[in-house]
């Protein structure tokens, strides 16, 4: 995707995300209406104008992070790079009160300066750090902190001879809602949950059930699908980097905001369902609920999946399965057993989807899934089963 000068109208994006849920990321960038998009290895590169850009920082439910594209240039060596990043007009982008840090990759690893020798990534971090500090400001310019809370990302990605240089709007990582509690010793991220969701084709137009629900993070990323809710709409003012950016446009990023949430449904059209057999992991759910203001949404009860009532004639299952430290390997196999056996005697008709581990018994669900998407939870592989119980 060619580069343009940022004054087009339409500006250059990345949003990132782990590979194994890509799918689910292009999906999301569809649904906003944005075309001109480039698939790469764990993001999606994307032009849009401000106002859909600003929209994508509260709405996407499975980017890691976004970052917007400020500078591509030609980088075979270190004259080059120095040259690429003085061209760069860093008081269009970086306010003089905000400290910055840089962050570096070198995707082929033969980034070399003419003198022969391997030029490191705290080189290229001194290298931008002093193209920022020559650059022309209003006062003096922002100072290079690389360890100072809440700076400003600067990320620069160097491969085959080219430099691409970004600056991180997301802030925090947007898997962090802002809504999380503790209280539970193994919870999915929030991005992964929404991944999970979307993957087994959920869009708040079924019952959906989670029996296993642990912190409540699969039931409250669902009760936010099914009630068109903006999953970073709670997210503190000055929470997102892109607000302490200069040309920031707190009108049009206030107006945005004001739309999403008038665009959220008052209630939801089929029923929402979560249990957990430790009544201490329900309250944890509830309380995360509450925090993301859904919890009058969710209808929680305690016991084993096996006597909690059936809650509808038809829906989605959808559940992490216990495993590693959260239960003795002897007891997994039962676990599995008993769960495929349960749900094919009660649950005829409803769609499931499992989260497993590789490493596990699947097999004993005795379930032929439609779908198996490999994904990770953490570094741990794991698959999704999707199916249904026909």
């Not at 580069?3 to 087009?8: D, G, P, R, S, V």
């Not at 019952?207 to 936010?224: K, N, Q, R």
Request: net charge positive; with cysteine.
């Amino acid at each position: 995707m060619e580069n343009k000068e940022n004054n087009t109208g339409d500006d250059l994006w990345l949003a990132t995300c782990p590979h194994e849920t890509l799918s689910t990321l292009v999906q999301e960038l569809d649904g906003l209406g944005i075309v001109e998009k480039e698939e790469l290895h764990r993001g999606v590169l994307f032009r849009c104008d401000l106002a859909t850009a600003y929209r994508a920082h509260l709405c996407l439910r499975t980017a890691s992070r976004i970052q917007r594209i400020v500078a591509k240039f030609q980088a075979k060596d270190a004259n080059e790079l120095k040259s690429g990043l003085s061209k760069i007009v860093w008081s269009n982008w970086l306010r003089v009160h905000k400290p910055f840090q840089v962050f570096v990759t070198i995707g082929d690893g033969k980034f070399e300066a003419k003198s022969k020798n391997l030029l490191s990534e705290e080189s290229i971090k001194k290298l931008v750090a002093e193209a920022v500090g020559n650059s022309a400001f209003d006062k003096a310019p922002p100072k290079y902190l690389p360890d100072a809370e809440n700076a400003i990302g600067l990320v620069v990605f160097v491969r085959e001879g080219q430099c691409t240089l970004g600056i991180d709007t997301a802030g925090r990582a947007l898997h962090k809602r802002g809504w999380r509690t503790t209280g539970h010793p193994a919870v999915l991220k929030e991005t992964l949950a929404a991944s999970i969701l979307m993957l087994a084709g959920y869009s708040g137009q079924e019952v959906l059930f989670d029996p296993m629900c642990g912190s409540g993070t699969i039931i409250i990323e669902g009760a936010y699908i099914a009630l068109n809710k903006a999953p970073l709409i709670h997210r503190g003012k000055d929470d997102f980097g892109l607000e302490h950016l200069a040309g920031f446009d707190r009108t049009l990023w206030r107006k945005t905001g004001d739309q999403l949430r008038a665009q959220k449904k008052a209630e939801l059209t089929f029923p929402i369902f979560a249990s957990d057999l430790n009544p201490k992991f329900v309250e944890v759910a509830k309380a995360g609920a509450l925090k993301a203001r859904v919890e009058k949404y969710i209808q929680f009860s305690s016991g084993s999946f096996q006597s909690v009532p059936v809650p509808a004639k038809t829906g989605l299952l959808v559940t992490n399965l216990p495993y590693g430290e959260r239960i003795g390997r002897g007891e997994i196999e039962q676990l599995f057993k008993s769960v495929g056996e349960h749900f094919k005697a009660h649950y005829q008709g409803w769609r499931y989807a499992f989260l497993v581990p590789d490493d596990a018994p699947y097999d004993l669900l005795k379930l032929k899934a439609t779908q198996i998407f490999n994904l990770k939870n953490g570094a741990i592989p794991v698959k999704l089963l999707v199916g249904i119980n026909s």
